[in-house]
């Protein structure tokens, strides 16, 4: 098994729509995405998101 890479670009979507699909909404974000294991700084970037 390898180990993955340190910082690779990553995509992410997400959307909603109405049930007869005629309005909806979707967002596409691009960007690089870094493997994070510190835990002093993944509370840091968490902000109110993680109980400790």
Same mark, same amino acid.
């Given at each position: 098994?390898? *180990?993955?890479? &340190?910082?690779?670009?990553?995509?992410?979507?997400?959307?909603?729509?109405?049930?007869?699909?005629?309005?909806?909404?979707?967002?596409?974000?691009?960007?690089?995405?870094?493997?994070?294991?510190?835990?002093? &700084?993944?509370?840091?970037? *968490?902000?109110?998101?993680? &109980?400790?």
């Amino acid at each position: 098994m390898t *180990s993955p890479p &340190e910082s690779v670009v990553k995509r992410t979507r997400a959307g909603a729509r109405t049930p007869d699909l005629r309005t909806g909404w979707s967002v596409t974000v691009v960007g690089h995405a870094n493997l994070m294991t510190d835990v002093t &700084e993944l509370v840091d970037v *968490s902000g109110t998101w993680l &109980e400790t």
